[in-house]
């Protein structure tokens, strides 16, 4: 449902000049939520993950190409799947071949690609020049694709929260342990933590974990590895 309170307040800063464009962001639900920023003719933007690993992708480009054709940009996050498909950072994801995936799409406006050195900026400069991806790179993304295990990157299907006794948010805090062993932006992952509202080991009256991942992620060990960080003297964070 659309909040008419948060359009009429965005309406008026386009109005007053002090915004050019507005726009959304998702995580999950993504092809709806497409959708309807399509459908309400008043957002100009929607930011979505979208990347190689994305399952329900046929869903998801069919939305793109529905926002597209209704003058809608669509802004790829999350576009390396995690940065690293695992947890001790031994194994990148190779950039390149992630984000000419993502831009094989013709109806993606632009990519969300951190870059932190100018090493990075020049290897991104270099890579948009052939975005063509070769038969061995769809084979490399593919076997990328298949390793979902030790994987960084939860779909965000939340098909576990029902599983779950204590209803935790499990997909944001998937994203939590991403941002700590993936992007190493531990402010970001404490953040990601508060936000969906635990404290401490929210898995501790559980001796057994019966929530089944889709993704075959070891649920309970992430939560109980991720969830030290959320007491944390933010100061230490920095470190």
């Not at 100009?44 to 209704?70: C, G, H, L, P, Q």
């Not at 013709?106 to 400069?125: F, Q, R």
Request: charged fraction near 25%; glycine fraction near 6%; aromatic fraction near 8%.
């Amino acid at each position: 449902m659309l909040n008419t309170s948060l359009l009429k307040a965005l309406g008026q800063l386009k109005k007053e000049g002090k915004t050019k464009f507005v726009g959304i962001a998702t995580h999950d639900n993504s092809a709806e939520a497409i959708r309807a920023a399509a459908d309400s003719k008043f957002y100009d933007i929607v930011m979505s993950a979208y990347n190689f690993k994305t399952d329900d992708r046929d869903e998801i480009n069919s939305a793109i190409a529905y926002a597209a054709k209704a003058g809608v940009g669509i802004v790829a996050m999350k576009t390396l799947a995690g940065v690293y498909e695992d947890k001790s950072r031994n194994k990148p994801v190779d950039s390149d071949l992630a984000l000419k995936w993502v831009l094989q799409n013709e109806n993606i406006s632009s990519v969300v690609s951190g870059m932190s050195s100018l090493e990075e900026l020049t290897k991104n400069l270099a890579m948009i020049k052939n975005i063509k991806l070769s038969e061995q790179e769809l084979k490399e993304l593919s076997f990328y694709r298949s390793n979902r295990q030790n994987s960084l990157y939860c779909q965000q299907c939340s098909a576990c929260i029902p599983q779950c006794p204590n209803n935790l948010a499990i997909p944001s805090i998937m994203r939590s342990y991403m941002y700590a062993y993936g992007y190493r932006d531990m402010e970001h992952a404490q953040h990601t933590l508060h936000t969906s509202g635990i404290s401490g080991n929210p898995c501790s009256g559980c001796d057994v974990c019966n929530v089944k991942c889709r993704s075959g992620f070891d649920i309970k060990g992430r939560i109980e590895d991720i969830s030290r960080l959320s007491n944390v003297p933010r100061e230490f964070l920095k470190a």
